[in-house]
């Protein structure tokens, strides 16, 4: 089984990629956590675009969404929105349908807690048709918690995070057994 994961902030160190980190160390055996690194490598959407041949960097992000079960994004809030790199990506598959009845966990970590982020990102994925799971949250001060190589220090986000994550590979396998 294999679940993407995608940061919403482009930066190396922020606390999205390490709690990307974190995730991938407390997914069960057999479950490949894959991060996905292009974000920034997106061009920004324009329909004009959208054609038989979209450009290679969509085409290629949409391949790896469409052959993975599951989607974990763990993304910021900008100015009490959802980053812009984040959103283009999410507009590059409005139409496509790759997120289509796919499970989605949907962890948004920044210092405010991320609130209204998240809920534009659950009414963004809601109207894409994914499945946006019940145990997605957003937490404050992730950046605390979370060393630099993906160790959780704070407990209780750890077993926030691996409950999140069991949900999201439970959902994700029916949603492999449902595919034709």
Known sequence: MRILGISG?????????????AAAGLVP???????FQGLGDLPHFNPDLDGDLPPEPVGAFR?????????????PEYAHGVPGTLKNAL???????????LP??????SPGGGALA??????????????????????PLARAHVR???????PGLEAQL?????????????HARARP
């Not at 391949?63 to 993304?75: K, M, P, Y």
């Not at 630099?148 to 704070?154: F, S």
């Not at 691996?162 to 029916?174: D, K, N, S």
């Open 9 to 21: 902030s482009l930066r190396a160190e922020s606390s999205n990629a390490r709690l990307l980190r």
């Open 29 to 35: 055996p057999g479950v490949a956590l894959v991060t």
């Open 63 to 75: 391949a790896l969404l469409g052959s993975v079960d599951g989607l974990l994004i763990s993304s």
């Open 91 to 101: 507009d590059w598959v409005v139409s496509s349908g790759e997120l289509v009845g």
């Open 104 to 109: 989605v966990l949907l962890v948004t970590a």
């Open 118 to 139: 998240h809920a534009a990102l659950v009414e963004t994925l809601a109207v894409m048709t994914a499945d946006v799971l019940g145990g997605s949250f957003a937490t």
């Open 148 to 154: 630099p190589d993906g160790a959780l220090t704070e």
């Open 162 to 174: 691996r409950a999140a994550l069991e949900a999201l590979v439970e959902a994700a396998g029916r």
